[in-house]
């Protein structure tokens, strides 16, 4: 599985954008999915994950209620929707996929895609 994360960008907090992660493969809809983030000088954090089916969803804390993670199995696509932006929320966005199982540890996750970069200025 190749994924291609896009839709980063610039955006003043209180703002929104929609990330996308376009994955190659035809057994997407076999893997859970998931959305970490990397601000500089910090370590990787998770930020969402999405079951295969899209039925389950799991976020952390400091986006919960905020930030909406869904996914397209048609289209082979996985969403991360952000509202309400925060500076503390500029960081580069990656989206990665597990095979087996899905959860909150990088290690858990099979594949990775490249990372976008979300600035959320003040």
């Known amino acids: 599985v190749q994924l291609q994360a896009s839709g980063g960008g610039l955006v003043q907090a209180g703002g929104s954008l929609r990330l996308s992660c376009a994955a190659s493969?035809?057994?997407?809809?076999?893997?859970?999915m998931g959305w970490f983030r990397q601000a500089p000088g910090k370590e990787r954090e998770f930020v969402a994950a999405?079951?295969?089916?899209?039925?389950?969803?799991y976020y952390a804390d400091s986006v919960k209620g905020r930030f909406t993670i869904s996914r397209d199995n048609a289209k082979n696509t996985v969403y991360l929707q952000m509202n309400s932006l925060k500076p503390e929320d500029t960081a580069v966005y990656y989206c990665?996929?597990?095979?087996?199982?899905?959860?909150?540890?990088?290690?858990?996750?099979?594949?990775w895609g490249q990372g976008t970069l979300v600035t959320v200025s003040s």
């Open positions: 990665a996929a597990a095979l087996k199982g899905w959860g909150t540890l990088g290690y858990e996750y099979d594949y």
């Open positions: 493969g035809r057994t997407f809809s076999s893997y859970a």
């Open positions: 999405i079951s295969w089916s899209g039925g389950s969803t």
